[in-house]
């Protein structure tokens, strides 16, 4: 579970860490924008949500809440 939200929230953390530090061309981003990418990371986050609902998946919970 931890491997998935790290690959779910990595892109979007990096952002937030580098803030207006990033300039064009010195990304280091993960996913780009194509469709492959952007399925995958709707796969990532429907498995998040499954695992969260769940209520026999306690180790997904405490990730999730962490």
């Known amino acids: ?3 998935i939200m790290h690959y779910a929230t990595v892109d979007e ?7 207006d530090n990033i300039h064009p061309g010195q990304e280091k981003y993960v996913f780009t924008t194509t469709d492959e990418d952007i399925e995958l ?6 498995t998040i949500l499954y695992s ?4 026999d998946c306690t180790t997904a919970h ?4 962490e």
């Open 1 to 3: 579970m931890d491997t």
């Open 13 to 19: 953390i990096y952002s937030l860490e580098q803030g």
């Open 41 to 46: 990371k709707k796969l990532l986050w429907t």
């Open 52 to 55: 969260g609902r769940d209520a």
């Open 62 to 65: 405490k990730e999730i809440m």
